[in-house]
């Protein structure tokens, strides 16, 4: 399995959330970045942190309410917001990230 910082750090756009099996307004995000997914393809990549299962790594980037969602390409942190979000909202940031 690929290391945290591999994948932050390559080329593609990669969208991390930052959540808790515990957090009502992470389980709704699920079903949106599984469309945000199914709408970019391999243009995206979408990973899940449990922060209860990588305290370092939420430290590390500040994590303090969940969900946070973090966009990074080559290790730097595009945009990054706490709180769900919508389809929309969030298809719209990665089209102002993408190329």
Known sequence: MEKFSEIINSNQLTLVDF?????GPCKMMH????DLKDNFG???????????KNPSLSITYR???????MLFRNGEVLWRQSGAM????????????QG
């Open 63 to 69: 994590v303090q309410s969940v969900p946070t969602l």
């Open 19 to 23: 959540f808790a099996t515990w957090c």
């Open 31 to 34: 079903p949106v970045l599984k």
């Open 86 to 97: 919508s389809l929309n909202d969030l298809a719209s940031l990665i089209r102002q990230h």
């Open 42 to 52: 391999d243009s995206i990549r979408i990973i899940k942190l449990d922060v209860d």
